[in-house]
């Protein structure tokens, strides 16, 4: 990951965080590793769909990591970039649902 707005030594600091509140954000760590793990679904499957989350949601951190984490978990190159496009199909298609209140307000009298 680029040095681009965030630097690759960024989540370093959630140690820090972990020092000075441990009780909360040891309970998210453990949830993490629990929501990864295999289940009805696929520990691959989850990291797919990590990374087209992560996309919608921007973190690089995110999208570093579960893109790893995919590779790991046996996807292909070719499904992480399915998955990247269903998430610029989401976002797209979230900003052209938006599209109609831009209507509504240009049809308010």
């Known amino acids: 990951m ?3 707005h ?3 030594e960024g989540m370093s600091k959630l140690a820090k965080l972990y ?3 441990p009780e ?3 309970p998210f760590l453990d949830f993490n590793g629990k929501v990864f793990a295999d289940g009805a679904l696929s520990t691959k499957v989850k990291e797919l769909i990590a990374v087209a989350a992560a996309h919608v949601t921007q ?7 579960h893109t790893k ?6 996807a292909s190159d070719e499904e992480i970039a399915e998955a990247i496009f269903v998430a610029t199909a989401l976002r797209a298609g979230g ?3 938006h599209s109609s209140i831009a209507i509504e307000a240009l049809e308010e009298k």
């Open 19 to 21: 020092e000075l509140k």
């Open 2 to 4: 680029g040095d681009y």
């Open 6 to 8: 965030y630097s690759k």
């Open 69 to 74: 984490n995919a590779k790991k978990a046996g």
């Open 95 to 97: 900003a052209l649902a």
């Open 24 to 26: 909360l954000l040891q």
């Open 59 to 65: 973190c690089p951190y995110c999208i570093a990591s």
